[in-house]
C-alpha cells in the first residue's frame, strides 16, 4: 500500500513527467499522442480485474464485469487505433531530424 | 508474488512513460505505442497471479467472467480500431476513453459499495483520504464516460442536438453543487440510494456538459475527458493501492491538461471558453452583404497551378470527408514534375483534432518535410501564386484577423488571402463548421470551385495531365 507522503511524491511526479512529455512536442503528433494516452490510461483494466477478482456478491460481480468489460475496450481500442495512425508516420525520403517543428 | 507483480507493475508505469516520449517524436513514434504495450501486456499478466484473487472462495467463477469481459470488450475494441476510417478516428478516441472513464467509475462503485454494505460511510470504510479519492475518481470518470459517449455520438453524426434547456451553464452549475453535497454525503453515509442519484446525476451533467459544446471546439472536450480519465484511473489507483495505476493515470492527467491547454490556445479560446459559449451559437454578424463568389472551372484552376511558382496547399476536414488525400498527393506529384514548388500548410486546428491533417496526408504517402506548420509557411503565402484551399474554412478566414464582432476573433489563422491567386475546393455555399461567412470566398483574388473534395481533385489531374 502507498500511502501518504510517498503518494503525494508519486503525485507530483507522475504530474512533472506528463508535463514534460507533452511540453515539446510538434503539432503533427497531438492527435497520435492523445491516442496514446488514451490507451496508456488503460491500464485501468488491471484495477478492474482486480475488482472484479476479489468480488463476494452478485452485484460486485456484475459491476465488476462491466468495469473490465470497458476497461478492456479502452486498452485494446486505443492500442489499434494509435497503432494504426502511427503506422502511417513513413517518410518517403530518409526520416530528416525535426518534423515542422 | 507481492514482490513480483509490485515489480511488474513499477516496469509496466516506466515502459509507459518510455512508450510516451517516444511516440513524443516522429521518428521514434511507431516503436513508442510497441513499448508501451508491452507495458500494459505485463501488468495485466503479472495481475492473474495476485494473491488476493487467487484466494478468492468464487476464484473459478471470477476468473471466467474476467476473461470473458477482456474478450468482450477487448474483441469489440480490437474490431471497431481495426475497421474505422482515419476520418472517423477522433470520435473513436472517444468512445474508447469514455469506457476507460467508465471503468474508474464502475471500480469506484464497487468500493463505495462495499462500504453502503459494511453500513457506514465511505470514510469509515475506506479511511479519509482513499475515500476522498475514491469519490472524486467516481465523479470524474463517470461525467468523463457519459460526456465521451455525447462527443462520440456528435462527431459520428449520430446526435445533432446543440442545445438542451435555457439558461444550461446555470443548471449545469447547480448540478454540480448538488454533486459537490451528495460526493459529502456518502463520505459519511453511503447508502444504496444516495450512491444510485450520485451516479445517475454524475452521468447526467456529463452529458449537460458536452451537448452545448460546439463541433470545432470537439477535439479540445475530446482532450480535456482524456486528461480526467487520466486523473479517474490515477485517483483510483490509489485506492486499490496500485502504482502502475497511480503513475499512468496521473501522467496521462497532466499530459492530457497540457494538450487541451495547447489545443484551446492554437484557437485562441480559454478552456473555460469552450465550456460556456458555443462558436456559432450567438448572432452572426451579417450587417454588409459581402459580395458575390466567383467559380472557376476545373480545368482553369489546373492551367493556374500547373503553371505556378509556388502552390501551397491547405487542407481541412473537408479533405477528411471526402477521402480526398490520396488524390491530391497525385496531383501534387505532377505539379513538381512540372516543376511546381508545392508544400502543404496545416493549421493547429484543421480538422477535427490537431495533427488530423498530418495523419491523413501521411496515410496518403506525402512525406512530412512537405509538411509546414502555420508559423513557418505564413510568410511564404505572399510569395505563392496559387493557394489550394480544400475542405478547410475557418483556418483561414480574415474576420478572425479583421472583425472585433466575429466569434473567430483573434484566432490565428493561414494567410491564404496573401496569394496571388486563391482556389477554393468546397462543396456549397454555406458557411463553415462555425457557422461564421468566410470574407476570403468574396475576395476578388478567390475563385471557388464547387464540388466534392476527391471529384474536384481528380479533375485537377486531369487538367494538368492534359497539358
Given amino acids: ?101 | 508474488m507481492g514482490l513480483v507483480i509490485d515489480a511488474s507493475y513499477l516496469a509496466a508505469a516506466i515502459l509507459f512513460i518510455v512508450g510516451l516520449k517516444r511516440m513524443s517524436s516522429p521518428v521514434t513514434a511507431r516503436r513508442g505505442i510497441v513499448w508501451a504495450g508491452l507495458g500494459m501486456l505485463l501488468a495485466t499478466l503479472v495481475t492473474f497471479g495476485t494473491p488476493e484473487l487467487l484466494e478468492n472462495e468464487h476464484f473459478v467463477t471470477n476468473l471466467s467472467l474476467i476473461l470473458a469481459g477482456i474478450a468482450a470488450g477487448g474483441g469489440y475494441a480490437w474490431i471497431s480500431g481495426k475497421r474505422v476510417a482515419m476520418t472517423d478516428m477522433p470520435q473513436m478516441i472517444a468512445m474508447y476513453n469514455g469506457m476507460g472513464g467508465g471503468a474508474a467509475a464502475t471500480i469506484a462503485a464497487v468500493e463505495l459499495l462495499k462500504a453502503s454494505e459494511a453500513g457506514g460511510g465511505a470514510e469509515a470504510y475506506l479511511g479519509p483520504d482513499v475515500a476522498i479519492l475514491a469519490i472524486l475518481g467516481a465523479l470524474i470518470g463517470t461525467i468523463s464516460f457519459s460526456g465521451s459517449i455525447i462527443a462520440w455520438a456528435k462527431l459520428d453524426g449520430r446526435l445533432q442536438l446543440s442545445r438542451l434547456l435555457p439558461g444550461q451553464h446555470i443548471v449545469n452549475a447547480l448540478l454540480a453543487l448538488v454533486l459537490l453535497a451528495f460526493s459529502v454525503m456518502l463520505y459519511f453515509t453511503a447508502d444504496l440510494t444516495a450512491i444510485s442519484i450520485f451516479f445517475g446525476l454524475a452521468l447526467v451533467l456529463g452529458v449537460f456538459i458536452t451537448v452545448p459544446v460546439g463541433g470545432a471546439d470537439m477535439p479540445v472536450i475530446i482532450s480535456l475527458f482524456n486528461a480526467l480519465t487520466g486523473l479517474a484511473v490515477g485517483f483510483e489507483g490509489y485506492v486499490l493501492g496500485n502504482a502502475a495505476m497511480i503513475i499512468a493515470g496521473i501522467v496521462v492527467g497532466s499530459a492530457g491538461s497540457l494538450l487541451t491547454h495547447l489545443m484551446a490556445v492554437a484557437m485562441n479560446r480559454s478552456v473555460a471558453n469552450v465550456f460556456f459559449a458555443g462558436v456559432g451559437t450567438g448572432p452572426a454578424s451579417t450587417d454588409s452583404g459581402p459580395g458575390e463568389m466567383k467559380e472557376i472551372q476545373a480545368q482553369d484552376a489546373g492551367i493556374l497551378m500547373a503553371f505556378a511558382g509556388q502552390a501551397i496547399i491547405i487542407p481541412g476536414y473537408g479533405m477528411a470527408v471526402a477521402q480526398a488525400q490520396h488524390k491530391i498527393w497525385e496531383l501534387v506529384q505532377l505539379l513538381v514534375e512540372r516543376g511546381v514548388t508545392v508544400k502543404f500548410a496545416i493549421h493547429p486546428v484543421a480538422g477535427r483534432m490537431p495533427g488530423h491533417m498530418n495523419v491523413l496526408l501521411a496515410e496518403a504517402g506525402v512525406p512530412y518535410d512537405m509538411i509546414y506548420d502555420m508559423e513557418d509557411i505564413n510568410a511564404d503565402f505572399s510569395n505563392a501564386t496559387v493557394a489550394l484551399v480544400i475542405g478547410a474554412n475557418d483556418v483561414v478566414n480574415p474576420s478572425a484577423k479583421t472583425d472585433t464582432a466575429s466569434p473567430l476573433y483573434g484566432m490565428p489563422i493561414l494567410d491564404a488571402m496573401d496569394a496571388d491567386n486563391v482556389i477554393v475546393i468546397k462543396r456549397g455555399r454555406g458557411a463553415g463548421f462555425s457557422g461564421v461567412e468566410n470574407p476570403l470566398f468574396f475576395a476578388d483574388n478567390t475563385r471557388m470551385l464547387f464540388g466534392d473534395g476527391q471529384k474536384a481533385a481528380s479533375e485537377l489531374i486531369q487538367a494538368v495531365k492534359e497539358l
Avoid: C, D, W
Avoid at chain 1, 507530483?12 to 494516452?37: D, K, N, Q
Fill in chain 1, 1 to 101: 500500500m502507498i500511502e501518504g507522503l510517498a503518494a503525494i511524491y508519486i503525485f507530483l511526479l507522475a504530474g512533472f513527467t506528463g508535463y514534460e512529455i507533452i511540453a515539446r512536442v510538434p503539432v503533427i503528433l497531438h492527435t497520435p499522442l492523445m491516442s496514446g494516452s488514451n490507451f496508456v490510461h488503460g491500464i485501468v483494466l488491471v484495477g478492474a480485474m482486480y475488482a472484479l477478482g476479489i468480488a463476494e456478491t452478485t452485484t460486485e460481480q456484475v459491476i465488476g464485469f462491466f468495469a473490465v468489460l470497458l476497461a478492456a475496450g479502452n486498452a485494446v481500442g486505443g492500442y489499434v487505433v494509435t497503432e494504426r495512425m502511427l503506422e502511417m508516420f513513413k517518410s518517403s525520403n530518409k526520416p530528416r531530424e525535426s518534423a515542422g517543428g
